[in-house]
């Protein structure tokens, strides 16, 4: 499985960005993860969608700003980023989760922070300007 996310660039604070991450090879049993990582700071993430497109999870930083989406039949997720901050600025891959985004749910705490995580893709700069 290889993925490869794009869309990514440069916006004003307040404009929006659409990530896609497409997959070669079968992603029928993978939720698919978006994360994202500040120069000088760990990698977080930022939602992911499980495996059915039925259920979804976000960090609190993009609840009720991004969203997330996939078409199984295009192999590709996406990540819709509204009213975008300065502080969205990084670059965001996109990663195969086995576990079904175990590591965003409540009390995911105790897990390693890239549990269940396969396989991961080239990230795609997103810069946000005040």
């Known amino acids: 499985v290889q993925l490869q996310a794009s869309g990514g660039g440069l916006v004003q604070a307040g404009g929006s960005l659409r990530l896609s991450c497409v997959v070669s090879g079968s992603m029928d049993m993978y939720g698919i993860g978006w994360f994202r990582q500040a120069s000088g700071k760990e990698r977080e993430g930022v939602s992911c969608i499980s495996s059915s497109g039925e259920t979804t999870h976000y960090a609190e930083s993009a609840k009720g700003r991004f969203t997330i989406s996939r078409d199984n039949a295009k192999k590709s997720v996406y990540l819709q980023m509204n009213s975008l901050k300065p502080e969205d600025t990084a670059v965001y891959s996109c990663?195969?989760?086995?576990?079904?985004?175990?590591?965003?749910?409540?009390?995911?705490?105790?897990?390693?922070?890239?549990?269940?995580?396969?396989?991961w893709g080239k990230g795609t700069q997103v810069t946000v300007s005040s």
């Open positions: 990663a195969a989760d086995r576990a079904e985004c175990m590591i965003f749910r409540p009390g995911a705490d105790r897990f390693p922070k890239d549990y269940g995580i396969e396989f």
